[in-house]
């Protein structure tokens, strides 16, 4: 996906944008409102996240900008400052949903996904491997043209393999997406939802291989 | 029950019982209960009726009644120190020097307030009649003449025809008769016309007496033809007289005497005293008046409206009149018009 | 804690005796006033109209051959009933002779050539009476003689009169003080008035209302109001900047914590080996709480700000629940957990709606953190026409009997909670809001002890 990230403070700005193209999205990066609306005039963007407090000015100017052009780009606001007196604000004037600072990467996913969900029905990026047919936005997967329903854990297992395809996940990395951090999960949990995942895929030409030491990968059968 | 009525002549008894003198003097009621001395000017058969009725409601009680003229009166409580209970006179002017120097007491009960205003002064004298000075007229010797109708009219009258009327016309004697000074002193501050009459009568030989009850006989007998200044109620009273006396009032104006009760402040039966003056003060100012009330008319509780009705006023001003120069002066004035020889 | 004030009296109360104090002082000088003019102007009537009578006996009197003589006029004595039944004595004396009347009537001897009326008060007769004295100088034989009148009259009519007098004086005198007192009440009550219209209108203001009052005050009210809207601008100035302390600390916090913790989870995206993951593990869940304390401890110091002067408004609860889970479901989506709202009617409530939504979020996100994967948590409104009661009923193990009672105490963590990141302030939080809009805070187990229940109790008015 193509993301807008505007933010002001450098060492998170990167630490952001980091983490979201090792998630395999497109991201760019404006420091401060102008700069943010030259990029949002030239480039459409599936989603843009909006830092509150920038150097020229409030966020919150941005926001009421894109409303007046009637842009149609959700909007996902970062916010340091209390819940408790921005709430109303934000959401007023035309932000989709909100974070706090510090935030949970999968919950931004979390948000993000529903955030699309609600703004438009498929995307184009749905994949297609074998008969498997996933849209990572509304989380619908169709083996052989036929629904299957997914839970939250085997949606976001998929979606990981899916973004790269032959690519070998270990269990380690698949733990750190998955769970918590409060969670103290050991990595033999991940074979239960592999499991899981596989019986789902069944049928479709697509299989998830397990590399021995190595950890998983999905290939086409 | 009263066991008898003792009517006892009169003059004798009263040369026996005291300086002044009595009329008439009678007891009525239980001889052993509880007296009341009433000493009054009225004859005692006018009041008769009212006495009785009073006594029928207090057995055990008494009436000591003596009648007298008005002088005696004052003769009798000032002069010789008498005690009386009750003292009822026809001469205003003797009460209210009897209230106003002390010898009376003041009287107040449920029935004071039935006497209008003017008929008390101060709670001490008490009006129970109005009686008017009035003109009383042989019938037969006025039989084929108009009435007199004013002073005047009779002025002229009598002035015409000196003859007819000589020595046949009276009145009071003004210096004997305290009523009889009360009416000429009202009737002389009134109106000149009656110095004028008293000349003209002066002129006629004028016969002079000392009552209004000699005066009516008198007339009714034929001796005079026409007294002046008599009292009206008497002569109206006399019924049995009625063929024979005619009774007018002058029409310019009439003088109208009020007899009044007193309460002596020295009585020995206060009570009986207030209970008599009660009595009297219902049977005359009642509407209608009580039918054992002797005199005539019902006293309106308003001034009587009647074109030439004066009452005399209760008041100090009839001290004047008996002001020991005042009183010199009158007589003198009086003689002089009356006894002319 | 404003109502320890102390009062001095009541200045309404303290007007209205002074004012009814005048009063009664000027009734009373009113009525001694009247009382003494009117007397004195009775007492000089009787006496002019005793001289009346006196003089006119004077104009009677004759000289005649050197005769005195004394014609006494009707109207002299007569005159004297107009005034009142009273008692009539007079006596005329040529030098020490009585030429006629009460002998004994004690009269006055004049003074030589003194002419005029003479007026004495004395007892007569056993009574009080009140006597003129007219002079008139005869020459006798060559010597000045006096001839004295005098008229005297009791004085009982004179007496009820001047009682009458008394009574109307007394009757206006009350009268008086009566419309006074009326119009003491009155002006006390429209004196204060101002006063009372301030004090009204500035407790009718919100806790929130920092407004300076503008309206047109007396001048003598004038130093107090200035002193007032000074003390509401420093108050305003030290809130805002008690705000804006607070939106700054957050933002200092977090934003630097922000970027560790993304730091981190990049490193522990690279890094493979074991014991090296578990350390930066255990970085992430410890930026997790202090982010967490942080924030809580922002929320509590906004929360305890905005209970302490709370300002209701009528909002929907149903609403603000149906939202929050909303909001929160793609949290709970994570761990495959279940959120079920269940509502029965309307509930509009009044009260402070960002208060509210803090609480309850605090409870359902422990709810949600504290449930285990793939159960549910369920969220109630019911209530009836006194009260809201809001539950959030979880599959979490329950919490363990004897500690119930403590957990809303600040930084108190259930012994369940250990191993989770938490600071012990979210039951708190959501306590402090329900007893601020008056109602309560309730733990409980439910009954097949499997999980919790927290419920909310909100009045309704």
């Known amino acids: 996906m193509r993301f807008l990230l505007v933010e002001d403070n450098q060492s998170l700005a990167s630490a952001i944008l980091d983490r979201l193209r090792l998630d395999g999205h497109v991201v760019d990066h404006a420091a401060n409102i102008s700069l943010a609306e030259e990029f949002v005039i030239t480039t459409d963007y599936d989603l843009i996240l909006l830092d509150i407090m920038l150097p020229d000015g409030d966020g919150r100017s941005f926001l009421k900008m894109q409303r007046d052009h009637r842009s149609e780009t959700p909007v996902i606001v970062l916010t340091a400052r209390s819940e408790v007196s921005d709430r109303v604000g934000v959401l007023d004037l035309g932000a989709d949903d909100y974070l706090t600072k510090p935030f949970d990467f999968s919950e931004l996913e979390a948000r993000c996904r529903a955030v699309l969900r609600r703004r438009g029905g498929r995307s184009s990026n749905q994949k297609r491997i074998g008969g498997l047919t996933f849209d990572p936005l509304s989380g619908l997967l169709e083996v052989c043209g036929l629904e299957v329903p997914l839970r939250n854990k085997e949606l976001r297992l998929l979606e990981i393999f899916l973004a790269a395809p032959d690519q070998i996940f270990s269990k380690a990395r698949l733990v750190d997406r998955l769970f918590s951090y409060d969670e103290e999960v050991s990595e033999n949990a991940i074979e239960v939802y592999v499991g899981r995942l596989r019986k789902k895929i069944a049928g479709s030409g697509v299989e998830i291989q397990t590399v021995r030491g190595l950890g998983y990968r999905i290939r086409l059968q | ?341 | 804690m404003s109502d320890r004030l102390r009062s001095s009296g009541s200045i309404r109360r303290r007007l209205t005796i002074q004012l009814v104090g005048s009063a009664a002082v000027l009734a009373a000088l009113l009525f001694l006033i009247v009382q003494t003019f009117t007397r004195e102007l009775a007492e000089e009537t009787h006496d002019r109209i005793l001289l009346a009578s006196a003089t006119s006996i004077m104009d009677a009197v004759s000289v005649r051959a050197r005769e005195v003589s004394v014609d006494l006029p009707y109207a002299a004595l007569s005159m004297l009933s107009n005034v009142s039944d009273d008692r009539v004595f007079y006596r005329v004396m040529l030098g020490a002779e009585t030429l006629t009347g009460y002998d004994d009537l004690p009269v006055p001897r004049p003074e030589p050539r003194a002419i005029g009326a003479m007026f004495e008060t004395l007892v007569y007769k056993g009574e009080s009476v009140r006597m003129a004295t007219t002079v008139r100088w005869l020459s006798r034989n060559g010597v000045s003689t006096p001839l004295t009148i005098s008229v005297a009259q009791t004085r009982t009519g004179q007496t009820e009169r001047l009682a009458d007098l008394t009574r109307t004086a007394l009757l206006l005198g009350a009268g008086f003080f009566a419309v006074a007192v009326l119009l003491a009440v009155w002006t006390a009550q429209s004196s204060i008035r101002p006063l009372r219209e301030l004090a009204g209108m500035v407790s009718r203001r919100g806790p929130t209302d920092l407004r300076p009052v503008t309206r047109p005050v007396p001048a003598e009210m004038a130093p107090l109001v200035r002193s007032l809207n000074s003390f509401i601008d420093r108050l305003r100035l030290s809130l805002s900047r008690s705000e804006d302390f607070i939106a700054e600390a957050a933002h200092r916090v977090r934003t630097p914590l922000a970027t560790v913790r993304t730091q981190a989870e990049n490193t522990l995206h690279r890094i493979e080996r074991p014991e090296n993951r578990n350390a930066l593990r255990e970085m992430i869940r410890a930026i997790d709480e202090s982010s967490r304390a942080a924030g809580q401890l922002l929320d509590h110091a906004m929360v305890s700000f905005r209970a302490d002067s709370l300002e209701r408004t009528p909002f929907d609860l149903t609403d603000l629940v149906a939202e929050l889970v909303n909001r929160l479901r793609p949290v709970a989506d994570l761990k495959d957990i279940e959120l079920f709202l269940e509502i029965s009617g309307p509930h509009v409530m009044s009260g402070d709606p960002i208060l509210v939504q803090n609480a309850v979020r605090n409870l359902l996100d422990n709810a949600i953190k504290y449930a285990p994967e793939e159960s549910r948590v369920i969220v109630s409104l019911a209530g009836d026409a006194t009260t809201h009661v809001l539950c959030i009923r979880d599959a979490a193990g329950g919490f363990h009997e004897d500690e119930i009672d403590g957990l809303t105490e600040r930084f108190v963590r259930g012994r369940n909670a250990e191993g989770t990141v938490g600071s012990g302030l979210g039951l708190t939080i959501a306590r402090e809001v329900a007893e601020a809009h008056g109602g309560r805070l309730d733990i409980a187990n439910t009954k097949d002890g499997a999980g919790a229940c927290v419920c909310l109790h909100f009045p309704s008015a």
């Open chain 2, 1 to 341: 029950m009263r066991l008898s009525a003792l009517s006892l002549c009169l003059t004798l008894w009263a040369a026996i019982a005291g300086a002044f003198e009595v009329e008439e003097h009678a007891l009525f009621g239980a001889a052993d209960g509880r007296v009341l001395r009433i000493l009054s000017t009225t004859d005692t058969h006018i009041l008769r009726p009212l006495i009785d009725s009073f006594l029928d409601a207090r057995p055990g009680v008494a009436v000591d009644y003596l009648s007298v003229s008005s002088a005696e009166v004052m003769r009798a409580i000032v002069d010789e120190g008498e005690r009386f209970d009750l003292v009822l006179s026809s001469a205003m002017d003797l009460q209210i020097k009897l209230a106003n120097d002390g010898y009376t007491r003041p009287h107040r009960s449920a029935w004071t307030p039935l006497v209008p205003d003017w008929g008390n002064w101060r709670d001490h004298v008490f009006a129970f009649s109005q009686e008017t000075a009035s003109v009383v007229l042989s019938r037969a010797a006025f039989a084929d003449q108009d009435l007199p109708r004013t002073r005047q009219d009779l002025i002229d009258l009598l002035r015409s025809d000196p003859d007819r009327f000589q020595g046949r016309v009276g009145t009071y004697d003004v210096a004997v008769s305290g009523l009889g000074y009360l009416f000429a002193t009202q009737d002389a501050r009134t109106a000149e016309s009656y110095w004028r009459l008293m000349e003209v009568l002066g002129g006629l030989q004028v016969k002079l007496y000392c009552c209004s009850g000699e005066m009516i006989e008198a007339v009714a007998e034929g001796r005079i033809d026409m007294a002046y200044n008599v009292l009206g109620s008497y002569a109206r009273a006399r019924t049995d007289l009625a063929e024979s006396i005619l009774v007018i009032e002058p029409e310019e104006y009439t003088n109208m005497m009020m007899r009044t009760a007193v309460i002596m402040r020295d009585a020995a039966e206060p009570d009986l005293a207030g209970a008599f003056a009660d009595h009297l003060i219902a049977a005359a100012w009642s509407d209608p008046p009580a039918p054992d009330y002797p005199f005539p008319g019902p006293p309106a509780t308003d001034r009587p409206e009647g074109a030439s009705l004066r009452p005399i006023s209760l008041g100090p001003g009839l001290l004047v009149f008996l002001d020991r120069l005042k009183r010199q002066r009158f007589l003198e004035e009086w003689r002089n018009a009356v006894q002319q020889e």
